[in-house]
């Protein structure tokens, strides 16, 4: 990926991807969508579990506001590139408009692009947006020709009732768009978000420049899908965290060709699986370069 035969991880950064989704409206969710700017400023204050993961990982987290419906002061952390208020909701019509959705790959692929320059060795793509496994599983199934059934789980948790709600809502999206799965900026537009789109951008930036990405889990993986349908070629440069709770999750790693490092019932977001992924890449680095081999070691080769 990067060219280099014995790679340094001096500089890592996990993006975390914040905007708010329309559909929520329908029920999808066990939380309401004021949890999204409620948790960013959790994150700008260092007290959530990326926070703590990214610390321990010597990762840096960048704050992103793609869209979400809270109009937040200047703070530090913080990077606004907010879209809209939210998307609209996708059980009534498209989630965005065509150049919006445009919008928000530029804004991911050229926020890599300024830290390039900065010195940047692994990014970490993550998520926090109330909803957001809803629109996600609606790309899944539009990509993969699944029915929503098979890729929709339950998210922040919600029960049976809700869980058949959201899969009514996902049908009924995907029906009355009717997203061209040849086309997969029609898709993130009719079905999608915008930190989605965001995270399809933040990986067309870093294989643009040679920089492995480290996906978290559900959400990020639908905006590398996204990324993958553009550009197939990304996919060499994108390293699965794990494999969450989602249902859906493990048909979304195989349309990337991934195999997950981690499998610990994670359903989190925000980029903690990336950031507990991430250590394991250090450490298989540093025995890369750092151990020795057996003619330097001393040790007696096979006969």
Request: aromatic share 4%.
């Amino acid at each position: 990926i990067t060219g280099k035969e014995n790679p340094q991880l001096n500089r890592k950064i996990i993006y975390t991807m914040a905007a708010d989704h329309g559909v929520t409206e329908e029920g999808v969710s066990a939380y309401p969508k004021d949890v999204t700017p409620q948790m960013v400023y959790n994150f700008l204050n260092g007290g959530a579990a990326i926070n703590v993961l990214a610390r321990h990982a010597g990762a840096e987290v960048m704050v992103v506001d793609m869209g979400v419906d809270h109009d937040f002061e200047p703070l530090p952390g913080l990077i606004i590139k907010k879209i809209g208020r939210g998307t609209k909701n996708m059980a009534r019509g498209p989630a965005m408009e065509r150049r919006e959705a445009i919008q928000a790959i530029k804004i991911g692929a050229e926020l890599v692009e300024e830290q390039v320059e900065k010195g940047l060795d692994i990014i970490g793509t993550g998520d926090m947006g109330i909803g957001n496994t809803t629109p996600s599983s609606a790309i899944l199934s539009v990509f993969t020709g699944a029915d929503p059934q098979e890729v929709a789980g339950r998210g922040t948790g919600i029960n049976d009732e809700g869980l058949a709600r959201k899969i009514e809502i996902i049908r009924k999206a995907v029906d009355l768009n009717a997203p061209d799965p040849q086309d997969p900026i029609d898709v993130l537009a009719k079905v999608g978000g915008y930190e989605i789109g965001g995270i399809a951008g933040l990986v067309i930036g870093a294989a643009a420049n040679g920089i492995p990405v480290v996906v978290d889990g559900f959400i990020s993986g639908a905006g590398a899908l996204v990324a993958g349908r553009l550009e197939p070629k990304v996919k060499q440069y994108l390293i699965a965290s794990h494999n969450s709770v989602e249902v859906g999750h493990r048909l979304l790693l195989e349309q990337l060709e991934l195999r997950p490092l981690l499998d610990l019932d994670l359903r989190l977001g925000e980029g903690t699986g990336a950031a507990l992924a991430i250590q394991l890449m250090d450490a298989s680095l540093k025995i890369l370069t750092q151990m020795a081999t057996f003619g330097e070691a001393g040790v007696s080769e096979t006969e």
